[in-house]
Nanobody, 116 residues
Framework: QVQLVESGGQLVQPGGSLRLSCAAS????????MRWYRQAPGKERELVAG????????NLADSVKGRFTVSRDNGKNTLYLQMDTLKAEDTAVYYC?????????WGQGTQVTVSS
C-alpha cells in the first residue's frame, strides 16, 4: 500500500535550518509530482512546495521563496524540504502528499516549531 513517512521536524530557533524528509513506498515514486503542505494551529492546510516527477521543475509558495528548497532522490524514493532562515510563522505540521489520480495520499506529518 502507499506509504509516506515524514521525518526531520523539531524545535529550532528563529534563523535556523532544518531538512525534512519524506520516505515513499507502494507506488512508482519517480513517475509522480510530489508536494509539501503545512498546517499551523487554527489555520487551513496550505501548499508549500511542489516538484515535478523528474525534479527539474519546482514551485514554492511566496511565503517561503528564497528560504526553502524542495528536492527529490528518485533512487531513494525520498522527497526533501530544506528550510533555511526559519521564522516563527513557519511553525506548523508539515505533510508530504502525492496524488495518484485515484486518490490523494498523505503522510502522518512532522512537527516543526520555530521558537526562541
Amino acid at each position: 500500500q502507499v506509504q509516506l513517512v515524514e521525518s526531520g521536524g523539531q524545535l529550532v530557533q528563529p534563523g535556523g535550518s532544518l531538512r525534512l524528509s519524506c520516505a515513499a513506498s507502494g507506488f512508482a515514486f519517480a513517475r509522480y509530482v510530489m508536494r509539501w503542505y503545512r498546517q499551523a494551529p487554527g489555520k487551513e492546510r496550505e501548499l508549500v512546495a511542489g516538484i515535478s516527477s523528474w525534479g527539474g521543475i519546482t514551485n514554492l509558495a511566496d511565503s517561503v521563496k528564497g528560504r526553502f528548497t524542495v528536492s527529490r532522490d528518485n533512487g531513494k524514493n525520498t522527497l526533501y524540504l530544506q528550510m533555511d532562515t526559519l521564522k516563527a510563522e513557519d511553525t506548523a505540521v508539515y505533510y508530504c502528499n502525492v496524488n495518484l489520480g485515484s486518490a490523494d495520499y498523505w503522510g502522518q506529518g512532522t512537527q516543526v516549531t520555530v521558537s526562541s
